[in-house]
């Protein structure tokens, strides 16, 4: 019952979208706290996995698959830049909406991508550390492609994104992992119901970005 619950992700963002296009004020309890609650909500998605990882699963991707970690990070910063230049070209889209699908093809992986790999029964441990990867590279990577794509330089804060990457997504993994480590018997009933809080999670969190 809960891994189905989980696995309806698409459906969940589908109508929380249309929701949100025809009644918005319907999420103002969630958009009007600002980027706090985002940031909040994005941290306990990464938490929600962490307590289902060992930290030694994590560590030993670097050792064990240093290879699939680097294949990961190519390809998000060669595929996904050069669909969003295709797309724009084949659709004839104007300046402005070329630039902004190019830059968002530029940008790292999120936690969506975590929370699909749950979802999916994949490989949780390594996509959490190509998200963790590829958004500490973007802080070179995002202008320098924007800036060979479109001719346009996008500033990335290092400072910042590293300091929120530590926040979100570093922090709650390893809080979880502990959480694990420490408290295995509360860990196992919290476990079942992870994905589906995660799934939650993740679709009110999208909802901000519609709105």
Do not use: H
Request: with cysteine; glycine share 8%; charged share 5%.
């Amino acid at each position: 019952m809960l891994s189905t619950a989980a696995s309806l992700y698409p459906v969940y963002v589908t109508v929380g979208g249309v929701v949100a296009c025809l009644k918005p004020s319907t999420f103002a309890w969630f958009v009007n706290r600002g980027p706090t609650t985002y940031s909040l909500a994005l941290g306990l998605i990464m938490l929600a996995m962490g307590l289902t990882l060992e930290l030694k699963d994590l560590l030993g991707l670097f050792m064990q698959r240093p290879l699939s970690i680097l294949f990961g990070c190519v390809a998000q910063y060669t595929i996904m830049p050069a669909f969003g230049l295709i797309i724009s070209k084949s659709l004839g889209l104007p300046a402005s909406l070329s630039v902004g699908l190019i830059l968002l093809a530029c940008c790292p992986g999120g936690t969506a991508s975590n929370v699909v790999t749950l979802i999916a029964q994949g490989d949780v441990p390594l996509s959490i550390v190509m998200t963790m990867c590829t958004t500490l590279g973007a802080v070179l990577l995002t202008p320098l492609l924007t800036k060979i794509l479109v001719g346009t330089y996008v500033p990335v804060d290092a400072v910042k994104l590293s300091v929120s990457t530590l926040q979100v997504a570093v922090a709650p993994i390893l809080l979880g992992s502990y959480m694990q480590s420490k408290f295995p018997a509360a860990v196992k009933v919290m476990t079942p119901f992870a994905p589906l809080f995660a799934v939650l999670a993740a679709s009110v969190s999208s909802l901000q970005c519609i709105l």
